[in-house]
């Protein structure tokens, strides 16, 4: 078994350089290097697993495949008020994230927040400034993961570079 424990390293290892080749060849994989929280891997396998990014109209539409979309749910909403219809003051309810995704992709965006958050720029910022304002940490880091999603999306269907002034500072 140990012998076979070792040869399995060894595959993973020649399909990691593998990968890595295989997304050095799309020009893309150059620009979202750029991105904070980004390297060669996980790059490499956003590349595999999305494979296109024209097949999504917006970025609600990316982060609910990816897993980072929010479910909300409202029973009603419209009423009727004094013979006519009008819609309810109150907002639908929020239940969490979307259930339906792609996990692997999920992973990456969300280990991409951490290492963003972790290191100095425009996201430690971003993050540190609304922990100050005691901010759940783990909203926190969804919504940096989200800030990622939108701005890969953005990236690789628009073209362009990366530039920290560019990224908004409001969700």
């Given at each position: 078994m140990h012998e076979q424990l070792d040869h399995t390293r060894s595959l993973r290892r020649q399909a990691r350089k593998e990968l890595l080749k295989e997304s050095r060849k799309q020009q893309v994989s150059t620009r979202l290097r750029e991105i904070p929280g980004f390297g060669p891997l996980r790059v490499a396998r956003l590349i595999a697993w999305i494979q296109t990014p024209h097949r999504f109209r917006t970025r609600r539409q990316f982060?609910?495949?990816?897993?980072?979309?929010?479910?909300?749910?409202?029973?009603?909403?419209?009423?009727?008020?004094?013979?006519?219809?009008?819609?309810?003051?109150?907002?639908?309810?929020?239940r969490g994230l979307n259930r339906n995704h792609q996990p692997r992709l999920k992973e990456i965006f969300k280990s991409a927040a951490l290492s963003a958050i972790r290191q100095p720029g425009l996201f430690k910022d971003y993050y540190d400034v609304r922990l100050a304002q005691e901010r759940d940490p783990a909203r926190l880091r969804l919504t940096v993961a989200r800030k990622l999603a939108?701005?890969?999306?953005?990236?690789?269907?628009?073209?362009?570079?990366?530039?920290?002034?560019?990224?908004?500072?409001?969700?």
């Open positions: 982060w609910s495949y990816v897993g980072l979309g929010l479910v909300t749910f409202d029973s009603g909403e419209y009423q009727l008020v004094q013979g006519r219809i009008g819609r309810r003051a109150r907002p639908a309810k929020i939108a701005l890969v999306l953005n990236l690789w269907k628009r073209g362009g570079h990366y530039r920290a002034l560019a990224v908004p500072a409001q969700a």
